[in-house]
T-cell receptor
Framework: DAGVTQSPTHLIKTRGQQVTLRCSPK?????VSWYQQALGQGPQFIFQ???????QRGNFPDRFSGHQFPNYSSELNVNALLLGDSALYLC?????????FGQGTRLTVV | KQEVTQIPAALSVPEGENLVLNCSFT??????LQWFRQDPGKGLTSLLL?????REQTSGRLNASLDKSSGRSTLYIAASQPGDSATYLC???????????FGTGTRLQVFP
């Protein structure tokens, strides 16, 4: 079992650009959540996808959007990047009670 | 608004010490609480998960307890080792959601 995999590992973007991050959940897991972790902080919930629909959303602007595919993999899109979007973006998959996280994508906005 | 607080923010101990990390949560309808380890710049590794119906869980040198009435959980690490150096995060989850509410973590350093 490959666990939760995320790509890319690192990314550098310019302010105003758009970015897409990808996540493949743990085998058999149908629910994917995205989190943003700023330096020195705990992860903050962005949104969650289940059966290709956004099921729950945290306190993030509409610049943050997502998608889930029939194979349960997911994308996180961020438009009009701001310097403050620089963070570690974590994907988690759950099936039942326990959440499993990927290694994250480090996004740097310059 | 649900909140999770972790104390202390940082801890430095000599190898071999037993230590306790604290986590407080405000969710009165907690479904479970999960402890994670995070190495610098890396993702989260799940250590222990305690369901609301449980009082504690153990895995090797780790033991986590849950007290719903006081809104507290503790992670006990026995005989600490330099390899235990990392940030430890706790997260609460309510019923009918997969959303986790995280604390800001305890940064642990174990020196030889």
């Amino acid at each position: 079992d490959a666990g939760v995999t995320q790509s890319p590992t690192h990314l550098i973007k310019t302010r105003g650009q758009q970015v897409t991050l990808r996540c493949s959940p743990k085998s058999g897991h149908d629910t994917v959540s995205w989190y943003q972790q700023a330096l020195g902080q705990g992860p903050q919930f962005i949104f969650q996808y289940y059966e290709e629909e956004e099921r729950q959303r945290g306190n993030f602007p509409d610049r943050f959007s997502g998608h889930q595919f029939p194979n349960y993999s997911s994308e996180l899109n961020v438009n009009a990047l701001l310097l403050g979007d620089s963070a570690l973006y974590l994907c988690a998959s759950t099936y039942g009670t326990e959440a499993f996280f990927g290694q994250g994508t480090r996004l740097t906005v310059v | 608004k649900q909140e999770v607080t972790q104390i202390p923010a940082a801890l430095s101990v000599p190898e071999g010490e037993n230590l306790v990390l604290n986590c407080s949560f405000t969710d009165s309808a907690i479904y479970n609480l999960q402890w994670f380890r995070q190495d610098p710049g890396k993702g989260l590794t799940s250590l222990l998960l305690i369901q609301s119906s449980q009082r504690e869980q153990t895995s090797g040198r780790l033991n986590a307890s849950l007290d719903k009435s006081s809104g507290r959980s503790t992670l006990y690490i026995a005989a600490s080792q330099p390899g235990d150096s990392a940030t430890y995060l706790c997260a609460s989850r309510s019923y009918n959601t997969d959303k986790l509410i995280f604390g800001t973590g305890t940064r642990l350093q174990v020196f030889p």
